[in-house]
């Protein structure tokens, strides 16, 4: 199902007039032009690359692309990288690499040689030619250019006549030469039924190499590939395994490249923690524009921007699909986890769905995830990367297991993966924080895999014991910290962990404690108030039998953490003709 659905994003792509490769190319980042006199002589290397912050970034270009496999010497068609333009490499590097340069060139130009004979009556054909001929691998460390070029890991090069602005690869008589290369390239084909659509092909031995996935190699990787013998059936070895047809293999790879290429216009990547996701639909949806948003938001955005994204998941959240032009509800939306492994691409989720399926999965998630601010800042809308940071200290530390089956449910609308709740409150007991993102997402996991009834903002009647004993160890702490202005360690600091896992161990000796800070208040009005909330709250205890509980399991606990951080955000809210402001004006 991933493949077809690439196959049919290209021809959408190239139905709409997207400057996407063409069969037989690829894009490919290009460092540096040789230009070259009618005669072949070397004129300069002008160097291609453009300021982005303080790193110099190669232009992109559609190429002739021939595929690589292994250490064979295969030179690419009228452009290549250092080791095969000018059969020389970075000094530093191994004695091989070295060795092998020069043996590099010498391939680069008999094949070219061989294969440009037909028009090399062509100026800019005879001059490449003449240049390749005449050129030693000894002159490289002679080039002006040539200690800037050694600074490039592996640059990439193509060539122009110097009073001309095509490049060699563009000249149409190149261009057919290409395709006619490609056609004898295919003397033998081996013919079968492509297994993407369906019909009698010559198929392909190698897919194109897929680029963009993060922490992958430079040159791409595999989606679809056999190396191993294990992996051969019914004697059919290599990519025959899988029967694709060359133009199809061609078109879902370059797709896929196209959706995972890092551009600033790019609004069809992703980056969650360590996977890199493409997205895209069958035709033309706003969910196209807003979803990389939605899941991982840029670093800044507009106040205009801002605003519009957050009326579109307003109205996502409130299933007011109606109200939301172009969204399209029947289109068919398709979002694909890649995670590199070596040469070769993993799959790490695969979700299809239509866009209205889609709008309901993040609502459903959004009111799950609902949980009142403390903060103005808080996210409305938290996304997927904001959520999943708040289980490890760090970026690394974060599960990809655990990322990637949170990520798959959010969109699917299915489980949460339940480890997620371990993860959030090992967190919570190692840096002893608990804010609004891990409020938020302890309660979506309690709504949505547990089926529990919990509060989006305080709720003095709720008797459940686990969320009573959060809020009265916010009340107890509130109370020490009036009493302590300036405090350096407060109960929180000192007896968390336990207060939420063994009650029974501490909430005897904190409630004694509080009767001494309480007497230390000088504001009678604040005292009576404390006194009042306080005996609320054990009148809530004594819906559960009055005492405090030997353990609380992991679940009561979340509930503990709910209750708390709801406690401690309502002594923060500003309340109008509140209880406090009473018990204040008759005193």
């Known amino acids: 199902m991933i493949l077809p659905a690439l196959v ?17 190319y690829a894009e490919q980042k290009v ?17 291609l690359r453009t300021p982005n912050g303080k790193k110099l970034a190669p232009r992109v270009m559609q190429l002739p692309s021939i595929a690589r ?15 095969y333009v000018l059969g020389a490499v970075q000094p530093d590097q191994p004695k091989k690499k070295r060795e092998r340069a020069p043996l590099a060139f010498a391939a680069f130009r008999d094949r070219h040689i061989d294969r440009l004979k037909e028009i090399k009556d062509v100026p800019v054909v005879a001059a490449f ?10 002159r490289a460390a002679e080039l002006d250019a040539w200690e800037d070029i050694c600074g490039e890991a592996g640059p990439n090069f193509v ?104 551009d600033g216009s790019n609004r069809h990547r992703m980056k969650i923690v360590d996977m890199t996701v493409g997205f895209w639909a069958e035709s033309d949806t706003c969910m196209e524009t807003y979803f990389g948003e939605i899941c991982d938001p ?5 106040e205009s921007e801002a605003k519009k994204l957050g009326d579109f998941l307003e109205r996502i959240r409130d299933g007011r699909l109606a109200d939301i032009p172009d969204l399209h509800p029947e289109t068919r939306f398709y979002i694909l986890g890649l995670t ?50 708040q289980t490890a200290r760090e970026t690394k530390d974060i599960s990809p297991l655990l990322n990637g089956q949170f990520a798959q449910a959010v969109f699917q609308g299915s489980r949460y993966p339940d480890n997620l709740l371990g993860a959030v409150m090992n967190r919570i007991r ?99 108030n404390f006194e009042r909330l306080l005996g609320k709250i054990i009148d809530c205890l004594s819906a559960n039998d009055g005492g405090f509980p030997a353990h609380l399991a992991a679940v009561e606990q979340g509930k503990f953490i709910i209750g708390y951080y709801q406690q401690r955000t309502d002594f923060f809210t500003t309340k109008e003709n509140s209880e406090e402001e009473a018990v204040e004006t008759a005193s």
Request: aromatic fraction near 10%.
């Open 8 to 24: 049919r994003y290209y021809k959408r792509l190239e139905a709409g007039g997207v400057a996407i490769p063409k069969p037989g």
């Open 31 to 47: 460092h540096f032009e040789i230009l070259l006199e009618p005669d072949g002589k070397l004129f300069a290397i002008n160097d």
């Open 69 to 83: 496999s292994g250490s064979a010497l295969n030179s690419q068609f009228t452009w290549d990288n250092t080791q």
């Open 129 to 138: 030619l003449r240049f390749i001929k005449e050129w030693s691998p000894d």
């Open 159 to 262: 060539f122009r006549l110097r009073k001309e602005k095509q490049y060699l690869h563009d000249h149409p008589k190149v261009e057919e030469r290409w395709r006619d290369i490609q056609t004898e390239q295919a003397d033998d084909p081996i013919e079968g039924f492509c297994l993407i659509g369906g019909e009698r092909t010559e198929l392909a031995r190698l897919h194109p190499m897929v680029k963009g996935v993060d922490g992958g190699q430079a040159r791409g990787g595999s989606l679809v590939g056999f190396n191993n013998q294990a992996f051969t059936s019914y004697g059919k070895d290599q990519s025959y395994n899988a029967p694709t047809g060359t133009r199809a293999a061609f078109e879902y790879s370059t797709a896929l490249s196209y959706l995972l290429r890092r």
């Open 298 to 302: 840029p670093q800044s955005m507009d």
């Open 340 to 389: 590199p492994n070596s040469a070769r691409l993993v799959v790490r989720f695969w979700c299809q769905c239509t866009v209205g399926k889609l709008a309901d999965n993040l609502a459903s998630h959004y009111r799950d995830i609902e949980m009142i601010r403390a903060f103005d800042r808080d996210p409305r809308f938290p996304s997927i990367w904001q959520i999943i940071r």
């Open 430 to 528: 190692a840096d002893q924080t608990i804010n609004y993102l891990r409020a938020a997402l302890i309660r979506a996991l309690l709504v949505r895999n547990r089926k529990e009834n919990i509060p989006v903002t305080l709720d003095t009647s709720c008797t459940d014991i686990g969320y009573v004993l959060g809020r009265l160890f916010a009340v107890l702490e509130k109370i020490q910290e009036e009493a302590q202005p300036g405090i350096n360690a407060t109960i929180k600091d000192r007896c968390f962990t336990a207060a939420s896992a063994t009650p029974v161990t501490v909430f005897p000796r904190l409630v004694r404690l509080s009767n001494h800070h309480l007497g230390k208040l000088e504001n009678v009005g604040r005292r009576v």
